[in-house]
Protein backbone atom coordinates (compact mmCIF):
# COMPACT_ATOMS: atom_id res chain seq x y z
CA UNK A 1 0.00 0.00 0.00
CA UNK A 2 1.34 3.54 -1.12
CA UNK A 3 1.18 6.55 0.82
CA UNK A 4 -1.84 8.84 0.17
CA UNK A 5 -1.11 12.75 0.48
CA UNK A 6 -4.47 14.78 0.24
CA UNK A 7 -5.23 18.38 1.31
CA UNK A 8 -6.82 19.39 4.33
CA UNK A 9 -9.85 22.24 3.53
CA UNK A 10 -11.94 21.40 7.23
CA UNK A 11 -10.26 23.04 10.16
CA UNK A 12 -11.90 20.07 11.75
CA UNK A 13 -8.98 17.67 9.88
CA UNK A 14 -6.60 19.36 12.08
CA UNK A 15 -7.90 17.94 15.08
CA UNK A 16 -5.75 14.48 13.69
CA UNK A 17 -2.53 15.88 15.06
CA UNK A 18 -4.18 16.34 18.77
CA UNK A 19 -2.00 14.70 21.10
CA UNK A 20 0.97 13.76 18.82
CA UNK A 21 4.55 13.79 19.94
CA UNK A 22 7.99 13.30 18.75
CA UNK A 23 11.10 13.65 20.29
CA UNK A 24 14.74 13.81 18.55
CA UNK A 25 17.11 13.46 21.31
CA UNK A 26 16.35 16.81 23.58
CA UNK A 27 13.89 17.96 21.66
CA UNK A 28 10.33 17.33 21.85
CA UNK A 29 6.84 18.37 19.72
CA UNK A 30 3.73 17.62 21.28
CA UNK A 31 0.47 18.83 19.77
CA UNK A 32 -1.78 20.81 22.22
CA UNK A 33 -4.80 22.75 21.91
CA UNK A 34 -3.08 26.10 21.40
CA UNK A 35 -1.05 24.75 18.81
CA UNK A 36 -4.12 23.08 16.52
CA UNK A 37 -5.76 26.58 17.50
CA UNK A 38 -2.93 28.41 15.68
CA UNK A 39 -2.77 25.82 12.35
CA UNK A 40 -6.79 26.38 12.16
CA UNK A 41 -6.59 30.03 12.34
CA UNK A 42 -4.30 29.71 9.29
CA UNK A 43 -6.22 27.35 7.10
CA UNK A 44 -8.47 30.04 6.41
CA UNK A 45 -5.04 32.29 5.09
CA UNK A 46 -5.21 33.03 1.16
CA UNK A 47 -3.44 30.54 -1.01
CA UNK A 48 -2.48 28.36 2.16
CA UNK A 49 -1.72 24.82 1.62
CA UNK A 50 -2.24 22.02 4.53
CA UNK A 51 -1.40 18.41 3.66
CA UNK A 52 -2.20 15.01 5.26
CA UNK A 53 -0.43 11.96 4.59
CA UNK A 54 -2.09 8.82 4.87
CA UNK A 55 -1.26 4.67 4.85
CA UNK A 56 -4.73 2.79 4.50
CA UNK A 57 -6.26 4.25 7.30
CA UNK A 58 -2.98 5.25 9.49
CA UNK A 59 -2.12 9.09 9.46
CA UNK A 60 1.53 9.58 8.64
CA UNK A 61 2.38 13.17 8.41
CA UNK A 62 1.16 16.87 8.14
CA UNK A 63 2.66 19.75 6.26
CA UNK A 64 1.09 22.93 6.32
CA UNK A 65 2.30 26.41 4.53
CA UNK A 66 0.46 30.02 4.14
CA UNK A 67 0.88 33.38 2.98
CA UNK A 68 1.18 34.97 6.55
CA UNK A 69 4.82 36.06 6.47
CA UNK A 70 6.15 39.50 7.34
CA UNK A 71 7.68 39.46 4.13
CA UNK A 72 5.79 40.78 0.99
CA UNK A 73 5.51 37.53 -1.56
CA UNK A 74 6.82 34.65 0.12
CA UNK A 75 5.30 31.92 2.24
CA UNK A 76 5.35 30.25 5.58
CA UNK A 77 6.04 26.96 6.12
CA UNK A 78 4.74 26.97 9.19
CA UNK A 79 4.33 23.14 10.40
CA UNK A 80 5.78 19.75 9.09
CA UNK A 81 5.30 16.54 11.34
CA UNK A 82 5.60 12.68 10.61
CA UNK A 83 4.74 10.19 12.82
CA UNK A 84 7.85 8.82 14.37
CA UNK A 85 6.88 4.88 12.64
CA UNK A 86 6.89 6.47 9.37
CA UNK A 87 9.91 8.42 9.95
CA UNK A 88 13.14 8.36 7.34
CA UNK A 89 10.75 6.82 4.85
CA UNK A 90 10.96 9.85 2.51
CA UNK A 91 7.07 11.13 3.44
CA UNK A 92 8.43 14.64 4.85
CA UNK A 93 10.57 14.98 1.73
CA UNK A 94 7.48 14.64 -0.83
CA UNK A 95 5.36 17.07 1.94
CA UNK A 96 7.91 19.71 1.81
CA UNK A 97 8.20 19.28 -2.15
CA UNK A 98 4.47 19.54 -2.30
CA UNK A 99 4.33 22.87 -0.28
CA UNK A 100 7.49 24.41 -2.37
CA UNK A 101 5.45 23.40 -5.87
CA UNK A 102 2.46 25.01 -4.50
CA UNK A 103 3.76 28.13 -3.39
CA UNK A 104 6.08 28.40 -6.94
CA UNK A 105 2.85 27.96 -8.86
CA UNK A 106 1.78 30.67 -7.38
CA UNK A 107 4.52 33.05 -8.20
CA UNK A 108 5.59 33.58 -4.92
CA UNK A 109 9.26 34.58 -4.59
CA UNK A 110 10.27 31.92 -2.08
CA UNK A 111 9.52 29.90 0.90
CA UNK A 112 10.68 30.47 4.53
CA UNK A 113 10.62 28.27 7.45
CA UNK A 114 11.70 28.50 11.09
CA UNK A 115 13.30 25.76 13.15
CA UNK A 116 14.30 25.29 16.57
CA UNK A 117 18.10 24.48 17.15
CA UNK A 118 17.54 21.33 18.23
CA UNK A 119 15.60 19.69 15.45
CA UNK A 120 18.46 18.13 13.12
CA UNK A 121 15.90 16.25 11.24
CA UNK A 122 13.86 19.40 9.99
CA UNK A 123 17.59 21.14 9.38
CA UNK A 124 18.54 18.48 7.12
CA UNK A 125 15.19 18.29 5.39
CA UNK A 126 15.51 22.08 4.88
CA UNK A 127 19.03 22.09 3.25
CA UNK A 128 17.96 18.76 1.31
CA UNK A 129 15.11 20.54 -0.32
CA UNK A 130 18.05 23.89 -1.13
CA UNK A 131 17.07 26.35 1.70
CA UNK A 132 19.71 28.21 3.08
CA UNK A 133 19.69 29.57 6.97
CA UNK A 134 18.67 33.44 6.96
CA UNK A 135 19.30 35.76 9.33
CA UNK A 136 15.65 36.31 10.23
CA UNK A 137 15.93 40.03 12.48
CA UNK A 138 12.56 39.15 14.05
CA UNK A 139 12.82 36.08 15.84
CA UNK A 140 16.78 34.39 16.95
CA UNK A 141 14.83 31.44 19.52
CA UNK A 142 16.39 29.22 16.24
CA UNK A 143 17.17 28.83 12.52
CA UNK A 144 15.05 30.21 9.58
CA UNK A 145 15.14 29.09 6.72
CA UNK A 146 14.82 30.54 3.56
CA UNK A 147 14.19 29.25 -0.88
CA UNK A 148 14.08 31.29 -3.28
CA UNK A 149 12.74 30.72 -6.67
Not at 113 to 121: D, F, K, S, V, Y
Not at 133 to 143: D, L, R, V
Request: with cysteine; aromatic share 14%; glycine share 6%.
Amino acid sequence: MDIEYSAITQASDIDVLRGRTSQFKNFNVRYDEETLDYLKKHLADRDSLYLIATLGDAFAGFCSMDSDWWEHNYFFLREIFVEPVFQQQGIGLELMQRCIAHAKKLGVIGVVTETALENIPMQKLCKKCGFFEWENPQWKEGITYKLLF
